[in-house]
């Protein structure tokens, strides 16, 4: 196989026994991105110097003897809203093309010190808000399974990067399924962490309540890997959970009988995709041969959780936004006083997807409108919740098909907002109860990657690498490549 | 007809802890600009707040003063609006689960005391300064955001004050209090204790409310009061006139002494309050309050009874002595140098706080120390300087900040005691003035002022009083 296409551990293996250098293993990534990047466009800024340097470093530490940590020298890509002290962060957005953050993000830092070289930033729909990073302010990235259909979003960019070879790793975040939707259209694995498992400090909000930041990567062993280097209690965020991390490795058993799963009939309705259920049916079915007790179940109020997310999202995302005004930093249209450079600029400045979602998210928190909409939301998140614990009180993991369909082709749903937002109709209910789940790869309909979704209660990360490193163990034939 | 007015203050007061409300940053005043600033007061992406516990200490510490009771469980809320100087454009405060509530505070005007009720008190961040462009043709605004996210409190009264003498004295008690408590340096000059008042009148003996009007830009007790009696004016001729009042903000013009539209009831900000989701709500539990409770010093009213009774101070010295934590310390420590407090007493609400109130200055920042003033009152109290004396050596000791018996030393200002000094004195001017003595003799009583201050421009004011009016009856 080719280097570029080795999973973090194996890459991080070789570095170890010294078999190759982290500036060998940092350039053999930079030749495939000089080679596809051009078809996919999965990065918004590339750091080759600063990647090349850093990978000097680790190799000279090595030399030294010094004791690195299991993900030194291995090249990685950031989403591109993950503030990077001295290398812009645009979030994909006019008004951010310019910024250069002076201060690293949390998980930055920790993959910092775990020695990871940042090969560059990865593109993104705008602030994090569609699904299919169409809505980028620079390019739309390809799926490099077929560069006529999208990657999914908004993490696309990181997805597609770790799918076409250009990185052994990525962060994405996930607010309604911007990681677990990627890695399921690109063929990876894609976590997001239990809110509040993973410090968002340094990560640019777009709904500060739901938002986590996850690893996208080629196998399950290095979603555990990269977990474990930037899980974990900051002072900084006072919504992490002062909580021990476990040791995420350990949990990678090849054992899963007995388990008990539950699959919500209520993701196997109308608006799935019929190949699309076939798929994730057959990978059921996988589990139960390899031991598990699967059983259908029912969580009610499913059908609320997309209608809820989008009052919730776009008003913490309306708040959020509001010091984009042009006055300290990022983009400004100058105007003829200050309203008037607010307006000019949050009108430039801003995308489409953004702005419709700004108006969604002041309506709701309108005078007069905030008890209908805003807080009958948080009353739905609390029945959402609730059903998710009733079933965990049967069930160790859930299973769910991660979106209704493989993923669709470049402007098929630009037009149509809503038709977007159903592509998030798995993964949504799971944000609104801050639980962790993965997307694993579980076959293909159409020759486009399906990808499986287990969920599990609060911090119960580990049960999510069991159940996922079992099955790809036992199906290893989906660990297949794109031809780009 | 009679009207009543209806007063409710809302008291914003900077807390004088050493970083920032979300923030490790200084809270110092003064500095150059953008100096005291982080990625997190700045509002950069990314960024998220963390609650200062000395913030919440202060908050609770003032609450429980002002008889509040504090929440179990608080939250912090965004406030939502536009504004250059708000980083985020929205504010972090406390809306609907505040600090704490329910409280009062204590006033007394012309002898009449009177119980005030604290609506509630929550906290807040403080928005940066905005600074306009002053030469001719500018058009541009810059930003200081060294004050942006500095804590504050926001103390909000019922609508129980009836009138501007009755608001002036809740402002001077609530700001006593603060500063007792230490939190605050209630500068309302530089903005750390700032006041809004909503007014309205009715008709007296009414039992409903009129229409309010919110009153903002009062930046002293002064402002405070000229303001309110204004507005009190113009809402009245306006009713007289049989005119509505218009519900609205108004700001008060230091310069012309009026009050004037901000903006009106439709034009007031919708700010779209919702829990900050960057914060978990916060826990006050009982062992917090009561430590808190156990460390609050004594108070402004304690120390009032306490002087009178301890020190035999009048009703009225103690409240003025105990209105100002700062002139209090000076007080006690004075006269534990020169333990005649009524003198102490005297000197500090007569002299002392002219020579302040004309520098601008805070009793801590008075030139003269304590240990000075009671100097000057042992050089008078044992003759060797006379009081006429003793008041021009306080304002040289204002002036330089040297101590009085240098002054005294310097200026040879020694009382003159010798008989026989001024008896030659005394001679001379009977001498010079016969017409005069003749009055004197005649039973103009008044004379003998004039005689004793001819002798007294003689010696430049160093001649004893009493011995020179001894000297002067005996030869008349």
Not at chain 1, 176 to 205: M, N
Not at chain 1, 217 to 231: F, G, M, N, P, W
Not at chain 2, 268 to 294: K, M, T
């Amino acid at each position: 196989m080719e280097l570029f296409y080795l999973s973090a551990h194996e890459a991080a293996r070789l570095l170890q026994n010294k078999e190759i250098s982290a500036v060998e293993l940092t350039r053999e990534i930079l030749k495939r991105i000089e080679q596809v990047e051009d078809k996919v466009k999965a990065f918004v800024t590339l750091t080759p110097e600063k990647a090349l340097e850093q990978a000097k470093a680790v190799d000279e530490a090595r030399a030294r003897g010094e004791n690195l940590g299991p993900l030194a020298g291995v090249p990685m890509a950031l989403k591109d809203n993950l503030c990077t002290e001295g290398i812009r962060t645009t979030c994909s957005s006019k008004m951010l093309e310019n910024w250069i953050p002076p201060y690293d993000a949390f998980v930055v830092r920790k993959l910092r010190e775990a020695g990871a070289i940042l090969v560059g930033k990865c593109n993104m729909d705008e602030f994090a808000m569609g699904s299919s990073t169409e809505n980028s302010r620079f390019f739309p990235t390809r799926n490099p399974w077929d560069l006529d259909r999208v990657p999914g979003g908004s993490s696309g960019g990181s997805a597609a990067a770790v799918a076409a070879g250009e990185a052994f790793f990525a962060l994405g975040s996930d607010t309604g399924g911007s990681i677990r939707q990627p890695a399921s259209f690109c063929g990876v694995v894609g976590l997001k962490p239990t809110y509040g498992r993973v410090s968002r400090y340094g990560l640019v909000a777009f709904a500060s309540s739901l938002d986590q930041i996850g690893p996208l990567t080629r196998d399950v062993t290095d979603c555990a890997l990269v977990l474990q280097a930037i899980a974990g209690h900051d002072p900084l965020d006072s919504t992490s959970a002062d909580l021990p991390v476990p040791d995420y490795l350990a949990a990678l058993r090849q054992d899963i009988k007995g388990l008990k799963i539950g699959v919500p009939k209520e993701y196997f309705g109308p608006g799935m995709d019929r190949e699309v259920v076939s798929v994730v049916r057959q990978a059921i079915d996988r589990l139960s041969d390899l031991g598990a007790f699967c059983e259908e179940t029912s969580l009610p109020h499913t059908e609320y959780a997309l209608p809820a997310y989008y009052l919730v999202a776009p008003a913490e995302a309306s708040s959020n936004l509001a010091r984009y005004d042009g006055v300290a930093y990022g983009f400004r249209l100058p105007g003829k006083d200050v309203v008037d450079m607010y307006m000019k600029t949050r009108r430039e400045g801003f995308g489409a997807e953004v702005k419709r979602r700004i108006m969604l998210g002041t309506y709701a928190l309108s005078a007069g409108y905030y008890d209908a909409y805003y807080l009958k939301a948080l009353k739905v998140r609390t029945l959402i919740r609730r059903d998710f614990d009733q079933a965990f009180e049967k069930y160790d993991v859930l299973v769910t098909p991660t979106s209704p369909t493989v993923a669709f082709r470049l402007g098929e749903r630009v037009g149509d907002p809503l038709a977007m937002y159903m592509s998030d109709l798995c993964t949504i209910p799971v944000n609104m109860a801050g639980l962790p789940a993965i997307s694993i790869p579980c076959g293909f309909a159409q020759g486009l990657p399906v990808g499986l979704q287990i969920i599990a209660k609060p911090f119960a990360e580990e049960i999510l690498f069991r159940v996922a490193y079992t099955f790809e163990q036992a199906t290893g034939n989906f660990r297949r490549w794109p031809e780009i | 007809m009679e009207y009543e007015a209806v007063i409710g203050l809302e008291v914003h007061v900077e807390l004088k802890t050493a970083s920032k409300a979300f923030c490790s940053c200084s809270t110092a005043f003064g500095a150059p600009p953008n100096t005291q600033v982080c990625p997190v007061c700045l509002g950069l992406p990314g960024v998220l707040p963390v609650i200062n516990r000395q913030m919440v200490e202060f908050g609770i510490k003032t609450a429980l003063a002002l008889n509040c009771s504090i929440a179990p469980i608080c939250k912090f809320d965004r406030k939502n609006y536009y504004y250059p100087d708000l980083p985020k454009n929205y504010q972090i405060s406390q809306y609907d689960l505040p600090l704490a509530r329910d409280g009062y505070l204590e006033i007394e005007v012309d002898g009449v005391k009177k119980r005030v009720g604290i609506i509630r008190v929550h906290m807040e961040e403080d928005a940066g300064k905005l600074i306009h462009g002053e030469e001719p043709g500018a058009d541009y605004s810059l930003v200081d955001y060294n004050r942006a996210g500095v804590p504050l409190l926001e103390i909000v009264s019922a609508p129980d004050l009836r009138s501007p003498d009755e608001a002036r004295a809740y402002m001077e008690k609530l700001k006593a209090i603060l500063e007792y408590l230490e939190v605050s340096d209630c500068k309302m000059q530089e903005g750390s204790l700032r006041c809004d008042a909503n007014v309205s009148v009715r008709p007296k003996g009414s039992t409903v409310f009129g229409t309010k009007t919110e009153v903002k830009n009062l930046n002293s007790f002064r402002a405070l009061h000229r303001a309110l009696s204004y507005e009190i004016e113009r809402q009245i001729s306006l009713l007289e006139r049989g005119e509505r009042i218009i519900q609205e903000t108004r700001a008060w013009d230091e310069q012309r002494q009026v009050t004037y539209s901000l903006r009106s009831k439709e034009e007031a900000h919708d700010y779209r309050y919702f829990p900050e989701p960057d914060l978990v709500p916060l826990a006050i539990g009982e062992e917090w309050i009561e430590r808190v409770r156990s460390t609050l010093p004594e108070l402004p009213d304690a120390r009032r009874e306490r002087l009178i009774k301890d020190y035999g101070l009048p009703e009225y010295d103690a409240r003025v002595i105990t209105g100002s934590k700062a002139l209090a310390d000076y007080f006690e420590k004075a006269v534990s140098l020169f333990p005649d407090p009524k003198q102490v007493s005297n000197w500090l609400m007569g002299d002392f706080m002219r020579l302040l109130n004309a520098k601008g200055l805070e009793p801590q920042e008075a030139p003269v120390p304590p240990e000075n003033l009671a100097e000057l009152l042992k050089l008078q109290q044992e003759g060797t300087i006379s009081i006429r004396i003793a008041k021009e050596v306080l304002e040289e000791m204002f002036a330089t900040g040297r101590g009085a018996r240098e002054i005294v030393e310097a200026k040879g200002l020694t009382q003159i005691t010798d008989v026989a000094q001024l008896t030659a004195i005394v001679e001379k001017v009977l001498a010079a003035h016969p017409k005069v003595v003749e009055d004197y003799r005649k039973g103009k009583e008044k004379a003998l002022g004039f005689l004793v201050g001819q002798v007294m421009k003689e010696t430049r004011g160093k001649a004893n009083p009493n011995l020179v009016n001894q000297l002067l009856k005996e030869r008349l």
